[in-house]
């Protein structure tokens, strides 16, 4: 499996962003996520989704993230409101099933 993210960028605090991640070597994925990586630290998760809808999210980013998933395209979206400047990372999709990480897209957020 392939992932191939995009999206990220820099914005001002309480902005928004929206990154994409597509997949493409398999037709159906289960879980796929989000994850994060702040400067030496290791990555963490930011928010999961499985093929039948249900979520997951990091305590920090619960109600101002939404994950989403095309099912027919095998893409997931994460949707990130009010950011913060510590929501500040390298940002990584994954496919656990498969071992699977797209290239990071750096957030940036300043205040």
């Known amino acids: 499996v392939q992932l191939q993210a995009s999206g990220g960028g820099a914005v001002q605090a309480g902005g928004s962003l929206r990154l994409s991640c597509a997949a493409s070597g398999s037709s159906r994925i289960n879980t796929m996520g989000w994850y994060r990586r702040f400067p030496g630290k290791q990555r963490e998760l930011v928010a999961a989704i499985t093929r039948g809808g249900t979520t997951d999210y990091e305590e920090d980013v619960k109600g101002r993230f939404t994950i989403s998933r095309h099912n027919a395209n095998n893409t997931i979206y994460l949707q990130m409101n009010s950011l913060k400047p510590e929501d500040t990372a390298v940002y990584y999709c994954?496919?656990?099933?498969?071992?699977?990480w797209g290239q990071g897209t750096l957030v940036t957020v300043s205040s």
């Open positions: 994954c496919a656990p099933s498969s071992g699977s």
